[in-house]
């Protein structure tokens, strides 16, 4: 069932100056139109919401005829729990779940997982942009799921219905995870109690006493009206949450050439926009939250590298499965390090 909030139409910065693309008019169709369905689980005023928004405006002014798109936002046709194999079943033919979400066909990207594994979203983007980062998009090949682009949105806080300023604050506490061995053991370190549930399943166990803190960023936060149920948000940024926009390599290969490299096009453009718009989205949720009845804490140094050193023992624990070559590399792109 979908329990988000719709129409939360808010955010729109930076896209409303995007969406003014000029595009050339498809030709005139000769045959029935490719279909593409977009499903996400996200609102539309999020990052990933806008961006499936200029996707379907910009397919419609240079692919006319050719191609059409229809969005399902706020898991209205798949949700968490089916969206990846609806994408297989060509059922659906773009997706862009969080990067947390492919643990099940992908043991390396759960790279980004790791807590304070990534300085900011400028480090998060080097490593996407970097040969380790864009070989994982082409990594689910055998599954029939083809990366296109990484989507940001970023950095993840947390939420709660009691004051988090140490990590010792969050023990006992049930907190709702995206469905990630690596966040269920990050939250097992703080000796919390991790509770898997789909996104739009979220605001209703809040409502219901299930959990009483998750993680998310200030965007998904605020779009999401987590703030109702859950007033002290600690802004840790011990994580990122980006996406990855995906399609079905079957269908994706069948398109005509002409086509599909129009479409490589627009997707490269959205892309653009969307890591361009993504950090502003989230600074003007955070502040929206912070001008409302949300408790803000900031950590200091010593409290960050507190919560940093409890979380950052799940590492070891993952090393095995995701690779110490990838976990090398994406070190290698925080600020201190990104020059070498
Ligand atoms: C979540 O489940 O919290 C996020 O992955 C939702 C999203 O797509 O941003």
């Given at each position: 069932m979908n329990t988000s909030p719709l129409g939360r139409c808010r955010l729109l910065l930076g896209f409303a100056a995007l969406l003014g693309f000029a595009g050339a008019v498809g030709a005139a169709p000769s045959e029935e139109p490719i279909v593409i369905k977009f499903s996400h689980v996200v609102a539309d005023d999020t990052p990933k919401g806008q961006g499936a928004i200029l996707f379907k405006k910009l397919v419609e002014e240079r692919l006319a005829g050719k191609v059409s798109v229809e969005i399902f936002p706020n898991?209205?046709?798949?949700g968490d729990a089916d969206e990846l194999q609806a994408l297989r079943d060509n059922k659906v033919q773009i997706l862009a779940p969080s990067l947390a979400k492919f643990s099940q066909y992908s043991k390396q990207l759960q790279i980004f997982d790791l807590p304070f594994l990534f300085d900011d979203l400028a480090a998060v983007n080097r490593f996407q942009q970097r040969a380790k980062g864009r070989q994982l998009l082409s990594g689910m090949q055998e599954s029939n799921i083809t990366g296109l682009a990484y989507w940001h949105n970023g950095m993840k806080q947390l939420s709660s219905t009691k004051a988090l300023?140490?990590?010792?604050?969050?023990?006992?506490l049930a907190f709702r995870i995206q469905s990630s061995p690596i966040i269920e053991s990050q939250f097992a370190a703080l000796g919390a109690t991790p509770v898997k549930l789909p996104f739009a399943d979220t605001l209703q166990a809040m409502a219901d006493g299930k959990v009483q803190g998750t993680e998310n960023t200030w965007s998904n936060i605020y779009s999401q009206t987590y703030e109702k149920y859950q007033p002290y948000m600690t802004e840790t940024n011990h994580g990122v949450l980006d996406y990855m926009l995906v399609t079905n390599t079957k269908f994706w290969y069948a398109i005509p050439h002409a086509t599909r490299t129009e479409l490589e096009g627009i997707i490269e453009d959205v892309t653009f926009a969307v890591n361009n718009a993504a950090e502003q989205q989230n600074v003007e949720a955070r502040q929206r939250l912070s001008q409302g009845k949300t408790k803000l804490i900031t950590l200091t140094e010593q409290e960050r590298s507190e919560w940093r050193a409890t979380m950052q023992p799940v590492w070891k624990q993952y090393e095995a499965v995701i690779g110490a070559d990838i976990i090398n590399a994406a070190q290698q792109v925080n600020r201190k390090n990104a020059g070498k």
């Open positions: 898991s209205s046709l798949y300023n140490k990590p010792a604050d969050a023990k006992g």
